[in-house]
């Protein structure tokens, strides 16, 4: 149990990890073009993870992972 405001005025309520974690989400910067090109990698990896890898689709997920990141980065 919280022990009692000596003072009766409502306490500030704390940071969050959550709050903290957006407020730097919305400082971020742009990659440069390794840091998109790395992003994109890691994002077709896991579409074609989705498909359990399943052969002859890469293209395919790579061009996916591009629009996905760069709609995300323009929504910056």
């Given at each position: ?6 003072k ?23 990659p ?9 990698a ?9 498909r ?10 790579w ?14």
């Amino acid at each position: 149990m919280a022990k009692p405001n000596p003072k009766g005025r409502a306490k500030k309520p704390r940071k969050t990890l959550a709050s903290s974690t957006a407020k730097r989400a919305k400082q971020m910067v742009r990659p440069d073009a390794a840091g998109r090109q790395q992003m994109i990698a890691e994002a077709a990896y896991y579409i074609a993870e989705e498909r359990n890898f399943t052969a002859g689709n890469e293209v395919a997920d790579w061009l996916q992972a591009e629009r996905d990141i760069d709609a995300r980065l323009a929504a910056q």
